[in-house]
């Protein structure tokens, strides 16, 4: 079956979703944060996975995106789709700088110089008054086109629907010109110049890309959350569950981040919501009351960024081509 | 005054902060590895001082007795269980790895320890000494940045005098050619990532009695660490010596003149403008980039 087929298979199966379950708030939630981190991930990987450069940064792409539309909505009352683009705009402005200034590194100095400058972005929010300060922005009324945006189904279709252009870009790119230049580029990137490639102008095409897309997800979030501060939007750690994300799933292919999202946001949400707690407790492997009982109650939730680096570290060392990649034809 | 009051409190700082940068600088050089699981190695250190004051009432300047062999065993186990399966991988897995390792470290301390944060409060926490007529500086200060110069001298020492040293020089300068020469490579390693493991966490001891103590804590001084690298060139021991002390005074000029909500961005703003301008570093040598 051709990729593309497969993308519009699973598309129509995930649009149909809601209706299958209902409207059960909780599961959509879960659902739309599935969607949000498949697509963030699909995004960066065509920076990181086809183009090889691994950027620590992508929170600030999707904080300009989630700051720029809520600073336009809630000031101005402008349009949120017009304050998407211009979430967009802002966002490869950073990218475009970020681009000029690290693409001339390579190695190392490529992921130390996106992680300042997503700090840079995140300290400029935290410290400026047009941004909220350490208190955020708040959105109180939204509308577009008479649609319920108090309803979590815009948002569901929404997300959907930036995968699904983001998972089209991805396979487009791999046939293209583009993404045969960007993987040369990965590869090695001495005979890619050697060859004439512009090392500089694909890079930043590829971290355009993957900008403007992000940005757009920032804006989704935004407007579907109401409140954004940079804990939210801005944290290093936003950046790091991105990368995740798609090294479990599998670097470098179209559906790993995608696999990477659906196996890791369930589990997240879990043990966020203790779900996992009671299991153990109903199962009768751990008495509630006892001292361990009551250590997983107060704890477990506090406990999937452990288990993430759990995940990252096992992964790395056993599996670093992720779990796609153990199904690849060896070379 | 304000001037000389801001230089001196900055270069008392990053004498801190240079040992900080020295061991990541170390661990570069001899595994180019970039390891950020540095800044959580700090907030162990950090949380070591705290309970040998806490619970064993002992001084947190002479709980580096304590704290620098227990960390650079911690250290060196590291690297014989994980980070020596990955020096041949690409760059961005090593990352990836020490980040895994990181986020383990700090959030096991948030599980152990809670988000509370934690002070350490000494008889001499809040003292000052007086020199010139108005200028002030803090006893601990002092006594960290005393410490940090014994310790910098006596890794020099190490580093220039004794065969393990030699061979530790050795083995950043061509990891090949020292293995060729019939260098432990792979002791080097440990060794390297033993020091450096245990030069985080004095750094993060040091500072224990100025700083509050909290799980995530070392975040903030991966990032510095990491500026104070690229400024002294990656790699290059007494660049990160140098490197530490100049982004102290920067972060006291800062705090001094614009506003103290905005010094680590201009530190970062820093970072950028070397890895621009000279991203060999400032002692580093071309072509390294």
Not at chain 1, 193 to 208: D, T
Not at chain 2, 241 to 266: A, H
Request: with cysteine; proline share 2%; hydrophobic share 55%.
């Amino acid at each position: 079956m051709k990729q593309i087929t497969i993308i519009a298979f699973i598309a129509g199966f995930a649009a149909l979703l809601p209706l299958a379950i209902g409207e059960n708030p909780y599961f959509i939630g879960v659902l739309i944060s599935v969607l949000m981190m498949a697509a963030l991930s699909s995004a960066w990987n065509i920076l990181g996975g086809y183009a090889g450069q691994y950027s620590f940064g992508h929170a600030a792409y999707f904080g300009a995106g989630a700051y720029t539309t809520m600073i336009l909505i809630s000031r101005f009352n402008i349009n949120p789709l017009v304050s998407m683009v211009a979430g967009i705009i802002v966002a490869c402005i950073i990218a475009l700088i970020t681009g000029s200034i690290v693409f001339r590194l390579r190695g190392h100095y490529f992921g130390l110089a996106s992680i300042a400058v997503a700090e840079i972005v995140r300290l400029s929010a935290l410290n400026f008054d047009f941004t909220g300060g350490a208190q955020g922005i708040l959105l109180s009324d939204v509308s577009l086109w008479g649609l319920d945006l108090n309803s979590k189904l815009p948002f569901y279709y929404g997300m959907l629907l930036v995968l699904v252009i983001t998972l089209g870009i991805t396979l487009n790119l791999r046939k293209s010109k583009t993404g045969y230049y960007l993987q040369a580029i990965r590869e090695d990137q001495d005979a890619a110049a050697s060859l004439g490639i512009n090392l500089s102008f694909y890079k930043n095409k590829a971290l355009l890309i993957s900008a403007a897309l992000t940005s757009v997800l920032g804006s989704l979030y935004a407007v579907y959350i109401r409140f954004i501060d940079t804990t939210a939007v801005l944290d290093l750690r936003l950046s790091i569950e991105i990368i995740l994300t798609a090294i479990i799933g599998g670097v470098g292919t179209l559906w790993g981040p995608v696999l990477g999202a659906v196996l890791l946001v369930p589990l997240a949400e879990m043990l966020r919501s203790n779900v996992l707690g009671d299991v153990l407790v109903k199962q009768g492997i751990v008495s509630e009351n006892s001292g361990l009982g009551v250590f997983l109650k107060e704890n477990l939730a506090h406990a999937h960024v452990l288990v993430y680096g759990i995940i990252t570290v096992l992964c790395i060392l056993y599996m670093p081509k992720g779990i796609l990649g153990l199904f690849r034809r060896k070379k | 005054m304000f001037f000389l009051q801001s230089l001196l409190s900055g270069i008392l700082t990053g004498g801190v902060y240079a040992l900080a940068g020295i061991g990541m600088s170390l661990v570069f050089g001899v595994m180019n590895i970039s390891n950020f699981a540095h800044g959580d190695l700090m907030m162990l250190g950090m949380y070591l001082a705290y309970f040998a004051f806490t619970l064993l009432h002992i001084d947190p300047y002479l709980s580096l007795l304590l704290i620098i062999p227990t960390a650079f065993l911690f250290g060196f186990i590291l690297e014989k269980v994980f980070i020596h399966k990955i020096i041949d991988h690409p760059h961005q897995n090593q990352i990836l790895l020490t980040i895994g390792l990181g986020l383990i470290m700090s959030n096991t301390a948030l599980l152990a320890f809670t988000s509370d944060p934690k002070i350490l409060t000494t008889s001499y926490s809040s003292s000052a000494v007086h020199i010139l007529g108005g200028i002030s500086l803090s006893v601990p200060l002092l006594l960290s940045f005393a410490i940090t110069t014994v310790i910098t001298g006596i890794l020099f020492l190490f580093l220039s005098k004794t065969t393990t040293g030699l061979a530790l020089w050795a083995t950043s300068q061509n990891r090949e050619a020292a293995q060729l020469m019939g260098i432990n490579v792979a002791k080097m390693s440990a060794i390297a990532f033993g020091l450096g493991t245990a030069l985080a966490a004095t750094a993060g001891a040091l500072i224990a009695p100025t700083y509050y103590i909290y799980p995530m804590a070392g975040h903030t001084f991966l990032l510095k660490a990491f500026t104070i690298c690229v400024l002294g060139g990656l790699g290059s021991v007494i660049g990160a010596g140098i490197g530490g002390i100049i982004i102290g005074i920067v972060e006291s000029m800062s705090s001094t003149y614009l506003s103290s909500d905005w010094k680590d961005v201009v530190v970062f703003i820093i970072f950028l403008a070397v890895l621009l301008l000279r991203p060999q570093g400032l002692l580093g040598k071309k072509g390294e980039q």
